[in-house]
């Protein structure tokens, strides 16, 4: 078993190791197509079975709704404020990739760092895909934007921690090809 790695600084959390899902590290993705609006990010899956990082999260998303008390929200809590951390087993409940797991949003208007195990930049984008393992750093911070308030998680770096199965159901060419021999065969 892989001890968690969680370092809590207020509203920043380093933690993981966990699984990325909806990965868009290396360019910025927007889901109508819209250059401009435009955002690098990633969903970061924690295991609920690990509460030591689900209680960091957990503080860090209070500290950010006391920030947000004194700078966005007239001194006290609105009655509906969304919230980051999210329930696989019910806001992603056709997706069994998130079964027993929480998981945040991240996301950032500039590019996170993204670095290997030893600490150089990982400049490939096929090597931080969507079911990488990976730690994470992340900032909660408050908004208030048009009406709507709560907490967003601020992507700060990524650092690739082991592979694994891609996720979304693209399968590899090595795979597709497997079983073809084509070394006897003449060219046409």
């Known amino acids: ?18 699984r990325l899902s909806y990965t868009h590290l290396f360019a910025k993705y927007s889901p109508d197509g819209d250059a401009n609006n435009g955002k690098y990010m990633t969903n970061v899956l924690i295991p609920k079975k690990e509460k030591q990082t ?16 004194v700078s966005k929200w007239g001194g006290k809590e609105p009655k509906k404020l ?10 992603k409940e056709d997706d069994d990739v998130y079964a027993d797991h929480f998981f945040v949003n991240a996301k950032a ?3 996170p760092g993204v670095i290997a195990k030893d600490k150089t930049p990982i400049l490939d984008e096929e090597e931080m895909y969507s079911g990488v ?12 934007v048009s009406g709507n308030r709560g907490v ?37």
Not at 82 to 91: E, S
Request: hydrophobic content about 40%; glycine content about 8%.
């Open 1 to 18: 078993m892989i001890t968690p790695i969680i370092k809590n600084e207020g509203r920043t959390v380093v933690f993981g190791p966990c």
């Open 109 to 111: 208007n500039t590019r």
């Open 152 to 188: 967003a998680v601020g992507l700060n770096n990524v650092m690739k921690f082991k592979d694994d199965e891609r996720l979304g159901g693209r399968s590899s060419a090595e795979s597709d090809f497997a079983d073809i021999d084509m070394e006897d065969d003449e060219d046409l």
């Open 54 to 69: 689900v209680k960091a999260l957990q503080d860090a998303i209070e500290a950010a709704k006391k920030a947000g008390m």
């Open 82 to 91: 969304d919230l980051p951390l999210r329930d696989g087993d019910t806001d």
């Open 133 to 144: 393992w990976a730690i994470v750093s992340v900032t909660f911070f408050p908004y208030d």
